[in-house]
Nanobody
Framework: QVHLVESGGGLVQAGGSLRLSCATSGSVLSIDDMGWFRQARQAPGQQRERVAKITSDGNTNYGDSVRGRFTISRDNTKNTVYLQMNSLLPGDTAVYYC??????????????WGQGTQVTVSS
């Protein structure tokens, strides 16, 4: 069984910063891409918005709305992905989810999701 657990969310004023973490545990053999998505609570019918992605060798990709403000990184020794969020805006308010493409002893390159962590940016 594989689990992804996010932490680091909370309430911050506009212009502030937060750092999210997502730790992976369980029977993990390897992790390929890792990433962050978000979904605003007032848009439950919309698809989750991709925020950032990082490959196993460190290549990154960002959504247009966060590029230049957010930085994704990972620690492969800890099976953990991070999201440093700077210059936060009220529009960044959402539940943030991490995901990862993971191979285990029983499955190959399966997508796993965390439970989400709330980020609220006040104006």
């Amino acid at each position: 069984q594989v689990h992804l657990v996010e932490s680091g969310g909370g309430l911050v004023q506009a212009g502030g910063s937060l750092r999210l973490s997502c730790a992976t545990s369980g029977s993990v053999l390897s992790i390929d891409d890792m990433g962050w998505f978000r979904q605003a609570r007032q848009a439950p019918g919309q698809q989750r918005e991709r925020v950032a992605k990082i490959t196993s060798d460190g290549n990154t990709n960002y959504g247009d709305s966060v590029r230049g403000r957010f930085t994704i990184s990972r620690d492969n020794t800890k099976n953990t992905v991070y999201l440093q969020m700077n210059s936060l805006l009220p529009g960044d308010t959402a539940v943030y989810y991490c995901n990862a493409l993971i191979s285990t002893t029983t499955s190959l390159r399966e997508v796993y999701w965390g439970q989400g962590t709330q980020v609220t940016v006040s104006s």
